[in-house]
């Protein structure tokens, strides 16, 4: 059973750092696309980044620049480097799977994570 598990959230200065892992199990890995969502309180899932089982990404524009996506296929985990966070940053992540294809469009990913939470406060 194909199953994700987000970890790294937490609670960050505006300006810092934190980094978040997907951990995977249950599916070939490395034929899958990987995307990160974020969910702030009262506004609607969206895109942040993704990934491909070769490495090629995308990003939303929002956080180009700032946020890094990366993934281990022998770990069966994906990264996000999140660095220059900025309050409005603050929502649960969501990691979600789909095959082969990368988007940033949440109806499009199947499987999901249960989220964690990031928050950017002073």
């Known amino acids: 059973q194909l199953q994700l598990v987000e970890s790294g959230g937490g609670l960050v200065q505006p300006g810092g750092s934190l980094r978040l892992s997907c951990a995977a199990s249950g599916f070939t890995f490395s034929v899958y696309a990987i995307g990160w969502f974020r969910q702030a309180p009262g506004k609607e899932r969206e895109g942040v980044s993704c990934i491909k089982g070769g490495g090629s990404t995308n990003y939303a524009d929002s956080v180009k620049g700032r946020f890094t996506i990366s993934r281990d296929n022998a770990k069966n985990t994906v990264y996000l480097q999140m660095n220059s966070l900025k309050p409005e940053d603050t929502a649960v992540y969501y990691c979600?799977?789909?095959?082969?294809?990368?988007?940033?469009?949440?109806?499009?990913?199947?499987?999901w994570g249960q989220g964690t939470q990031v928050t950017v406060s002073s």
């Open positions: 979600a799977a789909r095959p082969i294809y990368c988007n940033l469009r949440a109806p499009d990913f199947g499987s």
